[in-house]
């Protein structure tokens, strides 16, 4: 069964939203407009309103009055909701590489400080390898550091 399916010109006659309108809600609100619920793509890439997406048209209308002014406010408001979708994705996107860089970083830090330390350095890691045997934990180390303790964690040069 073929169900009705409406250009935005046409959802917007059916429901005295303005089109710029029903485009920047589509736009603005992707979480609330389903793609293959409410709007889907024909062949040509053109988006249509499906009878569930007119009826939603419909019940958010009533709940926000849609109007020309709308429109013109929710052009102006664009801007930064574009600007905050462009920086969540981003954040993600880096989120994810920082953890996925993580591990090998930090082990190339680790190898730094045991193969060339700073002096800075070189006092951390005696203070944990003091702390480690202290502690009953040397056995945690890694294996570089068992010439520290058998020298007492007291490596100078």
Same mark, same amino acid.
Do not use: C
């Given at each position: 069964?073929?169900?009705?399916?409406?250009?935005?010109?046409?959802?917007?006659?059916?429901?005295?939203?303005?089109?710029?309108?029903?485009?920047?809600?589509?736009?603005?609100?992707?979480?609330?407009?389903?793609?293959?619920v409410h709007v889907v793509s024909d062949e040509h890439g053109q988006k249509l309103w499906t009878q569930a997406g007119i009826e939603l048209l419909?019940?958010?209308?009533?709940?926000?009055?849609?109007?020309?002014?709308?429109?013109e406010f929710d052009a102006e408001s664009d801007a930064p909701d574009l600007?905050?979708?462009?920086?969540?994705?981003?954040?993600?996107?880096?989120? /994810?590489?920082?953890?996925?860089? &993580?591990?090998?970083? +930090?082990? =190339?830090?680790?190898?730094?400080?045991?193969?060339?330390? $700073?002096?800075?350095?070189?006092?951390?890691?005696?203070?944990?390898?003091?702390?480690?045997? /202290?502690?009953?934990?040397?056995? &945690?180390?890694?294996? +570089?550091? =068992?010439?520290?303790?058998?020298?007492?964690?007291?490596? $100078?040069?």
């Amino acid at each position: 069964m073929q169900q009705n399916l409406y250009t935005t010109p046409e959802a917007a006659r059916e429901t005295g939203i303005p089109e710029s309108t029903i485009r920047s809600w589509l736009r603005r609100y992707p979480e609330v407009f389903q793609f293959e619920v409410h709007v889907v793509s024909d062949e040509h890439g053109q988006k249509l309103w499906t009878q569930a997406g007119i009826e939603l048209l419909h019940s958010r209308r009533a709940s926000k009055n849609a109007t020309e002014d709308d429109a013109e406010f929710d052009a102006e408001s664009d801007a930064p909701d574009l600007l905050e979708s462009l920086l969540e994705e981003d954040a993600q996107r880096l989120a /994810n590489e920082y953890w996925r860089l &993580l591990p090998g970083r +930090t082990l =190339q830090r680790i190898k730094q400080m045991r193969n060339n330390p $700073t002096p800075e350095q070189r006092q951390i890691v005696q203070t944990s390898v003091r702390a480690a045997i /202290n502690a009953g934990t040397e056995h &945690l180390l890694l294996p +570089t550091y =068992q010439p520290m303790m058998l020298k007492g964690g007291d490596e $100078t040069d």
